[in-house]
């Protein structure tokens, strides 16, 4: 345990988060998501697991830690229900309230296509696989930056 870290975060996952710069991208997927095969792609190369929280409780505690960009429309996205892009299920739902919370503003989550979500993770720089067994539980999140002290 750490003081001031959230005990969610384990070490590994930590590691990572710091690691990352500017606009990487960082996915956190339900347990349905290829998360091991997708995963040998990315920049890290290996899984991360959070797989006792849900989806809402791994991005509430990955974003006590980790800046979303503010500079891009896409700093958050959700993959899309097939057929029903614009239906957003109660799992997207509390992750949102966890982003907009983080946030201190409503930023709405840009929808990403089922087979352009598996595409852009392989692309990102990590993946977190989640205890999430809802179906839809997958999430981007793209990193920003901590401004200078005044």
Known sequence: MLKGIDPRL??????????????DMLIV??????S?????????????RMENLTAAESIEA?????????????FAGRMEVVGEPNTVPPVQQEVQEKIDAAEGAHRPMVG?????????ARESYAVI???ERRFYGCFMLRKGVIPPES
């Open 112 to 120: 990403i296509e089922r087979f352009d979500f598996y595409d852009l």
């Open 29 to 34: 997927a339900d347990t349905n998501f290829p």
């Open 10 to 23: 384990n070490a590994d996952v930590l590691y990572v988060l710091r690691a990352m710069g500017h606009g």
């Open 129 to 131: 696989q989640t205890g």
């Open 62 to 74: 990955v974003l006590s830690v980790y800046p979303l960009d503010t500079f891009v429309d896409d």
């Open 36 to 48: 091991e095969s997708i995963s040998r792609a990315t920049v890290y190369g290996e899984l991360l």
